[in-house]
């Protein structure tokens, strides 16, 4: 079943709604030897960046944090967010209190109170790609280098 293609901007607009409503993000990222890990996670966005917690010393807490580099994506295969990404990598007390809080009401846990050493990860977008069906293929990057091209 194809529809009409979406504008860029609608493709924007429904980007930023997912980012805003959705709770989970699959998380692909890789050792520095190569070897690949993908993993659900849940997160917040604050109009600028993905914030995600996981423990310090699982697969991808190790390899976002020697990396720095990670790729996201949001919603169903036929109708995805791709999100390419620079990490930024934070002890789990150094985010003001707010922005701990806001994520934990958002995901329905605080990491903060785990016994397990977490930390978040910021992941700054530097490239972020929208599309439903081949008929959105083209047009589909929405943001290069960090800018909006829509």
Same mark, same amino acid.
């Not at 990222?29 to 993905?50: I, Q, R």
């Given at each position: 079943?194809?529809t009409?293609?979406?504008?860029?901007a609608?493709? *924007? *607009?429904?980007t930023?709604?997912?980012?805003?409503?959705? /709770?989970?993000? %699959?998380v692909?990222?890789?050792?520095?030897? &190569?070897?690949?890990?993908?993993v659900?996670?849940?997160?917040?966005w604050? &109009? $600028?960046?993905?914030?995600?917690?996981?423990?310090?010393?699982s697969?991808?807490? *190790?390899?976002?944090?020697? #990396? *720095?580099?990670?790729?996201?994506?949001l919603?169903? #295969?036929?109708?995805?967010?791709m /999100?390419? &990404?620079?990490? $930024?990598?934070?002890? /789990?007390?150094?985010?003001p209190?707010?922005?701990g809080?806001?994520?934990?009401?958002?995901a329905?846990?605080?990491?903060?109170?785990?016994?397990?050493?977490?930390? %978040?990860?910021r /992941?700054?977008? &530097?490239r972020?790609?929208a %599309?439903?069906e $081949?008929? $959105?293929?083209?047009?589909?990057?929405?943001?290069?280098d960090?800018r %909006?091209?829509?």
């Amino acid at each position: 079943m194809s529809t009409e293609p979406r504008s860029r901007a609608q493709r *924007r *607009r429904d980007t930023e709604h997912r980012l805003t409503h959705d /709770i989970d993000v %699959w998380v692909a990222s890789a050792s520095p030897d &190569g070897t690949p890990y993908l993993v659900p996670l849940s997160f917040d966005w604050d &109009g $600028e960046a993905v914030l995600v917690a996981t423990s310090a010393d699982s697969p991808t807490g *190790r390899n976002l944090a020697a #990396t *720095r580099t990670a790729r996201l994506a949001l919603g169903l #295969t036929r109708d995805v967010v791709m /999100i390419e &990404g620079d990490v $930024e990598v934070l002890a /789990i007390d150094a985010l003001p209190r707010q922005v701990g809080d806001r994520f934990a009401v958002r995901a329905g846990f605080d990491p903060r109170s785990l016994t397990t050493p977490y930390r %978040w990860f910021r /992941i700054a977008p &530097g490239r972020i790609q929208a %599309w439903r069906e $081949e008929n $959105e293929l083209t047009d589909r990057e929405l943001m290069r280098d960090g800018r %909006w091209l829509v």
